[in-house]
Nanobody
């Protein structure tokens, strides 16, 4: 049974940083393309960062140069380092495979104040 537990969100001022974590069980992050998604009320969930099984990374244009996705295979955990945060980054952040499981964790709220 897949479980994905996101953490690390919070309230931060514009220009600040946060590091999100996604602890996975029932799946192995190192052999999957894993992604971070975000969602705001009334909008579709958006894929913002991907790390492949070969550690290639891709980013949405809106976060390129500011966000960095990584993983720790030993901890079966995926991270998202978010720098130079903007108010428009405010959202609930989720992790999942790039081709997502039907299961979604609770996510972690990121709020960026101006």
């Amino acid at each position: 049974q897949v479980q994905l537990v996101e953490s690390g969100g919070g309230l931060v001022q514009a220009g600040g940083s946060l590091r999100l974590s996604c602890a996975a069980s029932g799946t192995i992050v190192s052999i999957n393309s894993m992604g971070w998604y975000r969602q705001t009320p009334g909008k579709q969930r958006e894929l913002v960062a991907v790390i492949t099984s070969t550690s290639r990374t891709n980013y949405a244009d809106s976060v390129k140069g500011r966000f960095t996705i990584s993983r720790d295979n030993g901890k079966n955990t995926v991270y998202l380092q978010m720098n130079s945060l903007k108010p428009e980054d405010t959202a609930i952040y989720y992790c999942n495979r790039q081709v997502p499981y039907n299961y979604w964790g609770r996510g972690t709220q990121v709020t960026v104040s101006s």
